[in-house]
T-cell receptor, first 114, second 118 residues
């Protein structure tokens, strides 16, 4: 079975600081990796995804993530955050063997102080 | 707007009752997924349908059931409701899981239905 763990439950930082959120997954086969964001009171939106190819993936709103296969990791980064990045961030994994359903990590709540 | 429509947005009901949540997927999407989001359990996968057939089952209680209709909309039925069923229920859709690889598996989420059981 696939599983995802996110290291930090809560992150507080100031505007213009850099952000890195950790994500590790557990699955022996080929996986697809995703980061979703949930702004307060809203639905989940896709930030970026990795299927294959270049392990450094660029997404929307200046976010990027790096897939490191040897570490089973897919960490999310943003060089300079804004107050509007305050949200909850979810890492997710899917695999064709598991019907391509998404398995989510526990989420990381990010608060950006103005 | 993701293109996935869920109704109702809010639902308040009493324990022991039954409710039906509805989801219309994005145009052209064949797969529908249901998720439950609660403070203590996080985002939990409940069930997936692909083109009318059940494809995968997660942590779905026996009191819960779902179906996908020929027009591809889906309904999640929750019965004998308990206080602990209070949560946000999300529907997501994707193009398909027909074995064509990862492309088409990207899921788009609806706004969710907030269920409060009192």
């Amino acid at each position: 079975a696939q599983s995802v763990s996110q290291h930090n439950h809560h992150v507080i930082l100031s505007e213009a600081a850099s952000l890195e959120l950790g994500c590790n997954y557990s699955y022996g086969g080929t996986v697809n990796l995703f980061w979703y964001v949930q702004y307060p009171g809203q639905h989940l939106q896709l930030l970026l995804k990795y299927f294959s190819g270049d392990p450094l993936v660029k997404g929307i709103k200046g976010f990027e993530a790096e897939f490191i296969k040897s570490k089973f990791s897919f960490n999310l980064r943003k060089p300079s955050v804004q107050w509007s990045d305050t949200a909850e961030y979810f890492c997710a994994v899917s695999s064709e063997a598991a019907g391509n359903k998404l398995t989510f990590g526990g989420g990381t709540r990010v608060l950006v102080k103005p | 707007d993701s293109g996935v429509t869920q109704t109702p947005k809010h639902l308040i009901t009493a324990t022991g009752q039954r409710v039906t949540l509805r989801c219309s997927p994005r145009s052209g999407d064949l797969s529908v997924y249901w998720y439950q989001q609660s403070l203590d359990q996080g985002l939990q996968f409940l069930i997936q349908y692909y083109n009318g057939e059940e494809r995968a089952k997660g942590n779905i209680l026996e009191r819960f059931s779902a179906q996908q209709f020929p027009d591809l909309h889906s309904e999640l039925n929750l019965s004998s409701l308990e206080l602990g069923d209070s949560a946000l229920y999300f529907c997501a859709s994707s193009v398909g899981t027909g074995g064509e690889g990862p492309y088409g598996t990207e899921a788009f989420f609806g706004q969710g239905t907030r269920l409060t059981v009192v």
